[in-house]
């Protein structure tokens, strides 16, 4: 497993950040009908019965039409973690301290942590973003989390994560109080009640769980009047973690590599740009469903199923790393398997009439 550590402040840039942001989203490219029909004729020849591999079926065309080739490829995925440190995380909103996050980049780098073996599992490369865990951003019911040309920044820092010649990419984060932002960002985008988008995260008792909801409340009501941009509700309400994800997902999409999104903080951040254009995510797939409640709202709203169902509640990439493992061996049966002719199969055809 190759391990590389980006460690840096996101360079502040002038002039109008969000306006190109706009304008890349205008860029973007659509599937290949070329490459997905190739793989639907090839899945039809293949021995077994149509249609019973499932999903698997459908990951195989959908990657096809996103790599724009048939067959599509898993040899290079990478997961890349985003940390980021939020000024919110201060209020007890969070079972574990905010010194954490920096010990978790230390621990991601040591081949510590959970996601280091289930990189390691299954050949996935790792690459770890450290986006300043040791300078907060403002606590959101006090102050805009960051200022535009910072969330531009940073966005455009995320893009890094597709270079190296990667064909699919696993986007996760890590960030004590990570997800309350991202029930802020979520009830932002999306509208309810706080209550609905909170979970316990790392394990937050019932107090805890009042004191995310309280969190949500008074960030939205100080930022209400400034959400109906979702760049905007990103810079305000959301963190670093969340606009590097933002970033790389788009990045992805104009460089044609399929995305795994991990859990309930990653997809939130994704949903930014759902907000935008309600196609801008449809290059990715949600790799799990998180324990985390309010992360099956969020993937209904987003009209997404998951592909595994493992109770996992970890973030840092886990669920999206395990994932990649089912894309694997979905490209491996298209491109692996025997037509009913190489193998000499009867096939449907010669079944008997009833
Ligand atoms: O993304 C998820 O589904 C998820 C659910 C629960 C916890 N987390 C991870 O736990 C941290 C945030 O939890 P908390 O309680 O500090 O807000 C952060 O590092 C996330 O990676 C992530
Ligand atoms: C120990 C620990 C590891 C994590 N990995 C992702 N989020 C995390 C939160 C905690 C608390």
Not at 155 to 169: F, K, P, R, S
Request: glycine share 10%; net charge negative.
């Amino acid at each position: 497993m190759a391990l590389t550590t980006e460690a840096r402040v996101p360079p502040v840039q002038t002039g109008l950040p969000f306006d190109d942001i706009r304008a890349l989203m205008a860029r973007m490219p659509g599937p290949s009908a070329r490459a997905a029909e190739a793989v639907r004729a090839r899945e039809g020849q293949l021995v077994k019965p149509a249609g019973a591999l499932g999903r698997l079926e459908q990951l195989s065309e959908w990657l096809a039409a996103w790599q724009d080739r048939s067959p599509p490829t898993v040899a290079r995925p990478l997961v890349a973690i985003f940390a980021g440190a939020h000024g919110v995380a201060a209020r007890g909103v969070s079972a574990y301290p905010a010194e954490v996050t920096r010990q978790m980049l230390d621990a991601f780098g040591n081949g510590h942590a959970a996601i280091n073996q289930i990189c390691s599992a299954f050949d996935i490369g790792l690459k770890v973003y450290d986006l300043a865990a040791d300078r907060p951003t403002p606590d959101i019911t006090k102050d805009a989390a960051m200022g535009e040309a910072e969330c531009a920044a940073t966005m455009a820092y995320g893009m890094e994560a597709i270079h190296g010649g990667i064909d699919v990419l696993v986007v996760g984060e890590m960030g004590i109080g990570n997800t309350t932002v991202a029930a802020t960002l979520a009830c932002a985008l999306y509208g309810g009640q706080p209550e609905e988008w909170v979970g316990r995260g790392t394990g937050v008792d019932d107090e805890g769980l009042a004191r995310k909801a309280d969190a949500v409340r008074a960030a939205i009501a100080l930022h209400r009047d400034h959400l109906d941009d979702p760049l905007e509700a990103l810079r305000r309400v959301g963190g670093r973690e969340f606009a590097a994800i933002a970033g790389a997902i788009l990045a992805a999409r104009l460089e044609r590599v399929p995305v795994v999104l991990d859990g309930y903080v990653a997809t939130a951040a994704a949903s930014v740009l759902h907000a935008l254009d309600a196609s801008a995510l449809d290059h990715c797939v949600a790799g799990h469903l998180s324990a985390e409640t309010a992360h099956v709202r969020l993937l209904k709203t987003l009209e997404m199923t998951p592909l595994l169902d493992l109770g996992l509640r970890l973030g840092e990439g886990s669920g999206g790393a395990l994932a990649v493992s089912m894309l694997k061996a979905a490209v491996a049966c298209h491109s692996g398997m025997a037509t009913f002719a190489e193998a000499a199969v009867a096939g449907r055809d010669a079944a008997p009439e009833a």
